[in-house]
């Protein structure tokens, strides 16, 4: 596990696929309960998660890869089916489940509320960072932010071949797409200045699930919880 953020008044970071009870291509800490992996192993990996942040509650969406954006105002509260979620509420981790996706995780400068987006590509290609940056702004009152972004497949790894991405083309080269960079030109364009990569390749690494190496695989996760 790797912690971009720990503080009095916040906890960021992302899992690796490490310290879990799953076996076989989930090994070990898969947290996804859609991908064919024993419930009762991620119940249990999840819990683990949770017991090691100290934390009452994960909250997980079902990740449709869409641009809807959610708000979390209960701790019991049931998500529509999302791709990002924001809250202000304390003492509950948000968490985004990626395997080459680009988990993105929102952090208001004054730590009154966070967020966590599932930025593949076509949360990318719908802008779903800004959308997520928005409402943010629009339900919490938030001017400034730390955006942190976990490990995901860099370009020279994810191959799209001919896919017609519009006026998302230009951040194809030689049939390969640069998610980064279309990140950060639309964060930038947002007036977003601090932006943190861990520049890791999920592709490359062996320390992190990813579909587009392995296929059939677990999923490991972003996650923030304001204290």
Avoid: W
């Avoid at 790797?2 to 291509?25: I, M, P, R």
């Avoid at 802008?127 to 020279?156: C, D, H, W």
């Avoid at 049939?175 to 592709?203: P, R, S």
Wanted: proline share 1%; aromatic share 8%.
């Amino acid at each position: 596990m790797k912690f971009v953020l720990d503080d009095e008044n916040c906890v960021a970071g992302f899992t690796n696929k490490f310290g879990g009870v799953s076996k076989g291509e989930f090994s070990s800490l898969n947290l996804a309960l859609h991908v064919g992996d024993d419930k009762d192993k991620v119940l249990k990996n999840r819990e683990i998660l949770k017991n090691s942040l100290g934390v009452k509650k994960l909250i997980f969406m079902e990740q449709i890869h869409s641009d809807k954006v959610e708000i979390l105002r209960l701790q019991n509260q049931i998500l529509n089916q999302c791709d990002a979620v924001i809250t202000n509420l304390k003492d509950v981790a948000l968490c985004v489940m990626v395997a080459d996706c680009v988990p993105v995780i929102f952090v208001d400068s004054e730590k009154r509320c966070t967020g966590v987006a599932h930025c593949g590509r076509v949360g990318i290609v719908k802008n779903l960072a800004s959308k997520t940056l928005n409402l943010m702004q629009s339900e919490f009152s938030v001017k400034n932010v730390y955006i942190y972004v976990g490990p995901f497949i860099q370009p020279r790894c994810y191959e799209v071949g001919a896919l017609d991405l519009n006026e998302f083309n230009k951040y194809k080269q030689n049939g390969k797409f640069d998610m980064k960079g279309a990140l950060v030109d639309e964060l930038n364009a947002l007036g977003v200045e601090n932006i943190n990569f861990l520049d890791i390749c999920t592709h490359c690494s062996d320390e992190y699930f990813s579909y587009r190496k392995d296929g059939k695989t677990g999923r490991f996760a972003g996650f923030v919880m304001l204290k």
